[in-house]
Structure formats: C-alpha cells, structure tokens
C-alpha cells in the first residue's frame, strides 16, 4: 500500500485564553480531519524525547529514520537554496536580525519585525556582498523573508557557537543578547572559523544599520534589518537513510534540503514574494499555492513513488507570534482546500497517511516545546467518533511514539 506522511510545521499547541482555554486544532472546524481521525489510529509523538525541545531539523531527520544528532542545519539550508557544498565548506543558517548596537549587542526582534520584504532582503544582501571584506571566499544568499544562508568555501570547522541570540544553548531558552561565536575546542582551525565569522558579523552591522534601505523602515516605523546572525553550522554532510521510493513537496530551504539529502525526488515552487511588508497576507498566498501544488503533484507525479513527504511550513509562524485566531484560519484553510481532497484520493486510490508535525509551537510560549504532537494513522477502517485534537490522540491506541520509529510503525520504512 502506498503511503503518504503529511507534516504540519509547529501544530502541537497549549490552551490559549484567546480561544477559552482551547488548542488551535480543538478550537478549528475540521470536518476532513475529523474524518480521518474516525477512521484511523491515534497517538501522541514525541519527535526525538520526552526531554529535548526540537527544532524543525532534528525533528525531521528523525522522523525519517535517522538518529537527531546527525542534523545539520546549515548543510541542509545551503543544499536546499540550491547551492553545491564541498568537504570543508561552513554552511550556516542566517537571520536578519534587529539590535540596538554593537557594543550592547541587545537583541530587539531575530526576525526584523518579519517586515523585510524580498527587494529589500536583495538589495542588502548585494551590499553585503559588495562591502563586506574578510580573507576567504564567501557566498551570503538571502532565500525566504527574513532567511538566508552563509558560506565559507575552504576547510573550516562547524564545532563553533551559534551566534543567533534564541539557538545559544540547548535547553531553548531565548538570550537577549547577542553572543560572537566562539570555538567548542582547542583546535587553531577552529579558533580561525571563529574570528572570519565574527569578523563578517561585525561588517555586517557596519555596513547594514545605516543602510538606505533600514533608513527608510525607520522612517516607516519598521525595525531595521542591521545585522546577520548565524546558527546550525555544519561542514560535513550527513548521511542520511537514502529514501529513493519517496517524493516530497517541500517549499521551504531547510526541508528541500533534507529531503535531497534523503535521496528524495523534491517538486517544489518558488515561494510568493513579500511586497508589502503584511507577512500574513504572504503566508496565506504561500499556503495556498502550497496546497493547489501538493494537490497537483498528488494527481500527476505521487503514482511512480511509494511514498510522498508533504510539509507545510505556515502553521507554524502564528505559535512564534502568539496569533492563535491565525493558527486556527490555517488550520481550517488546510482543512477545507487540502484534507478534503488527500480524504477523496486516499479513499478511491486505497494510501494509507499519517499526519502529524515536527514540533509543537504553543502560541503562548512563542516558542518551540517539548509537548508531544497528535499523530493519526489512516487505514479508512471505521471507528469512534474523534477529532485530530492533542487531547483526542493523546487517549489513542497507539499511545507514545518517538519520532524515529514513527515509519516503521507504519511501514513506510520497506
């Protein structure tokens, strides 16, 4: 039987008094998923344990088999923008981020307000290009938003600190400050990684803060896009379970990348452009045109894999910004124009889908936790009326499960 995993980016949620003590997915109507979850087994997924907060690239990795510790985040950013990496190539995840200044180094939004739009993430990343002035061969390429991807072509180390204030240790807890990377060894080259980083961070700022582009987002009231800070080194590419009976649609750098590295055959669109500094006006386009080009991959290419991998990133973005009413709209919108046609061609065509997420991102938190996820499997076997909610699943037959055996349980791993 051909199978489909269906992952909605940061799903998992707490009560919100926003919406009387509800979790997005119990406070959405969800006749589709409801339907599936009816005719299905449910669970509770803890993506890597009880005990690690994940990110959306561990969570993922292991969800497909793989052991966590292999994720690299910015081998599988770089990779999925489309660049090539050599052995010794730094690849890191970017943000442009707002400080107040250098010295202090205090940290007022990691995504600039999420305001920049695409013209003015290119023309800052051309000026950086241009202007920035360190002794080896780099490539700074702005992709998603406020997103982007840094590397240094050569042999350098990836056992530095990340630099972006939310990723400076590992319990998730978000600094305030910003800190210059610094060497997790005693090794010179490491030492040498660290200063051409910190030194590009530093010209970054120099030449980002009084930018044209930032002084007119001043002007407007917007936060200035005047620093790159950098996070998920990586330098050696990991060897993930190869998955060449699988498809995926990812959008999005980091799953694109995965999914390469995974041996995947990826369908993918150029993701709409943000114009007018409403990003939720171009997360609900994106969604959209996300959904139409699943629904069309499904139809035309699914037929010649046994498996397909389906992300949608934008459910995710209402938990960092504590908008639980959008959670909710997503939510419904992939309800009514997805989940209503993945029900009709699971059914005529006899696949079997799991849904779940990566990672649970409580609106009132802001953040990622360590709350497992509602999982469903669907067999289209009748059962007790449920809906696709935490509490639902988490009263399922199938009780706890971790992320890395997930497909074995449903035998997507043949």
């Given amino acids: ?136 061969k ?8 406020h997103r982007g991807v840094l590397i240094f ?38 030492q040498y990684t660290c200063n051409i980083l910190n030194e590009f961070i530093a010209q970054s700022y120099k ?42 649609v990812a959008y999005m750098p980091l799953e694109k990348g995965i999914a390469k590295v995974a041996g995947m055959q990826v369908f993918s669109f150029n993701y709409p452009k943000l114009k007018k500094h409403d990003v939720y006006a171009t997360l609900y386009q994106g969604l959209d045109t996300a959904i139409k080009f699943s629904a069309k991959i499904m139809k035309k290419k699914f037929k010649k894999f046994d498996y397909a991998y389906l992300h949608f990133k934008e459910t995710d973005i209402p938990g960092h910004d504590n908008k639980p009413h959008d959670k909710v709209k997503m939510i419904e919108i992939l309800d009514n124009k997805f989940f209503s046609q993945l029900k009709d061609y699971a059914i005529k065509n006899r696949v079997k889908v799991v849904v779940t997420g990566d990672h649970s991102t409580p609106c009132k938190l802001k953040n990622h936790s360590a709350d497992p996820l509602p999982v469903l499997i669907f067999d289209n076997k009748k059962r007790k009326e449920k809906r696709f909610t935490e509490s639902d699943c988490k009263k399922g037959e199938l009780g706890k499960i971790f992320g890395k055996e997930l497909l074995k349980k449903v035998g997507f791993d043949k």
């Avoid at 970017?94 to 202090?104: R, S, V, Y």
């Avoid at 780099?138 to 938003?145: A, G, K, M, V």
Wanted: aromatic content about 6%; overall charge positive.
């Fill in 1 to 136: 039987m051909k199978g489909i995993l269906v992952i909605l980016d940061g799903i998992g949620d707490l009560d919100c008094k926003q919406l009387g003590g509800k979790t997005p997915l119990e406070a959405a109507k969800t006749p589709n998923l409801d339907f599936f979850a009816s005719h299905a087994k449910l669970g509770y997924l803890y993506p890597i344990n009880e005990k690690i907060v994940p990110g959306s690239d561990n969570a993922v990795i292991s969800i497909l088999g793989n052991n966590f510790s292999l994720s690299s985040r910015g081998q599988f950013e770089a990779i999925g923008a489309g660049f090539k990496l050599q052995r010794g190539d730094l690849a890191l995840r970017t943000n442009f981020n707002t400080i107040n200044n250098l010295d202090e180094g205090k940290v007022i939004d990691r995504r600039a307000g999420r305001t920049l739009t695409t013209k003015e993430a290119i023309i800052l990343g051309k000026s950086i290009k241009k202007l920035a002035r360190i002794p080896v």
């Fill in 138 to 145: 780099f490539i700074f390429q702005p992709t998603i938003q």
């Fill in 153 to 190: 072509r050569g042999g350098f180390s990836d056992n530095i600190t990340n630099t972006d204030s939310h990723y400076l240790n590992s319990k998730g807890k978000v600094g305030s400050k910003f800190k210059f990377s610094q060497p997790l060894d005693e090794d010179d080259n490491t």
């Fill in 207 to 248: 030449i980002l803060n009084n930018h044209p582009v930032n002084i007119e987002r001043r002007k407007k009231g917007m936060m200035p896009a005047n620093i790159i800070l950098t996070r998920g080194a990586g330098s050696e590419t990991p060897k993930l379970k190869q998955m060449k009976n699988w498809c995926s």
